[in-house]
């Protein structure tokens, strides 16, 4: 199964694609957690986009593109994958259909987390505090200044995807202020309710969502 989370930073993406990401058996692949990978690596595509993510601000469609559309191609995501955090403007969205076409496969479903903005930035400190008590490292953008510009980027640059993928029957919306145990709940009831008939079904879709 091949699907898209879409939501405002803080909503709850990554959290809700790694759970379905082990549900349904295939990888979760965040265009945020490669690209920062890549900076720790010290490779080109990742110290390009450091600084910009650092700040807030959108990386490039050249290279994101290129990231994400790298590690699709691998024989991991083969039989479906889970994008967080891509694509994130228009042109990134018709960069990734133009790969999945030239590849014969389609998308199954876009999910979107609707989330009050106001809770945001509360998400995101608790976010940052959480992970400085576990000892992990914490997000240079998870901040209240750099949420300031996500949220502008998100609003300006991303949201137009709603409409997209809405005008291509793929878009699945659903509240994602309630408890994590409920919107995956919901977000799986999507997907059972919008089920591709078995002729149009990707290799995945078959697999039942215990």
Same mark, same amino acid.
């Given at each position: 199964?091949?699907?898209?989370?879409?939501?405002?930073?803080g &909503?709850?993406?990554?959290?809700?694609?790694?759970r379905?990401?082990? #549900?349904l058996g295939?990888?979760?692949?965040?265009?945020?957690d490669?690209?920062?990978?890549a &900076?720790?690596?010290?490779?080109?595509?990742?110290?390009?986009?450091r600084?910009?993510?650092?700040?807030?601000e959108l990386?490039?469609d050249?290279?994101?593109? !290129?990231c994400?559309?790298e590690c699709i191609?691998?024989?991991?995501?083969?039989?479906?994958?889970?994008?967080?955090?891509?694509?994130?403007?228009l042109?990134?969205? #018709?960069?990734?259909d133009?790969?999945?076409?030239?590849a014969?496969?389609?998308?199954?479903?876009?999910?979107?987390?609707?989330v009050?903005?106001?809770?945001?930035?509360?998400?995101?400190? +608790?976010?940052?505090?959480?992970?400085?008590?576990?000892?992990?490292?914490?997000?240079?953008?998870? !901040?209240?200044?750099?949420?300031k510009?996500r949220?502008?980027a +998100?609003?300006?640059?991303t949201?137009?995807?709603?409409? +997209? +993928?809405r005008?291509a029957?793929?878009?699945?919306?659903v509240n994602?202020l309630?408890p994590?145990?409920?919107?995956? *709940?919901?977000?799986?009831?999507e997907? #059972?309710?919008?089920?591709k008939?078995? *002729?149009?079904?990707?290799s995945? *879709?078959?697999?039942?969502f215990e």
């Amino acid at each position: 199964m091949r699907l898209i989370m879409l939501g405002p930073p803080g &909503a709850g993406k990554g959290t809700q694609a790694a759970r379905l990401a082990e #549900r349904l058996g295939v990888p979760q692949l965040s265009s945020g957690d490669m690209l920062r990978a890549a &900076a720790a690596k010290g490779l080109p595509v990742g110290l390009a986009a450091r600084d910009l993510m650092a700040r807030g601000e959108l990386v490039g469609d050249g290279i994101v593109v !290129n990231c994400v559309l790298e590690c699709i191609a691998e024989p991991g995501a083969a039989s479906g994958f889970i994008l967080d955090g891509f694509p994130r403007t228009l042109g990134q969205a #018709r960069a990734l259909d133009e790969a999945l076409e030239k590849a014969h496969l389609g998308l199954d479903a876009v999910l979107e987390l609707n989330v009050d903005e106001s809770v945001l930035l509360d998400r995101i400190i +608790y976010r940052a505090r959480e992970a400085k008590a576990a000892g992990r490292p914490v997000r240079a953008d998870d !901040n209240p200044e750099a949420l300031k510009v996500r949220l502008e980027a +998100y609003r300006t640059q991303t949201q137009p995807l709603a409409d +997209y +993928y809405r005008t291509a029957g793929l878009l699945r919306t659903v509240n994602g202020l309630r408890p994590v145990d409920e919107v995956t *709940s919901s977000l799986v009831a999507e997907l #059972r309710l919008h089920r591709k008939p078995e *002729s149009e079904q990707t290799s995945l *879709s078959r697999a039942e969502f215990e």
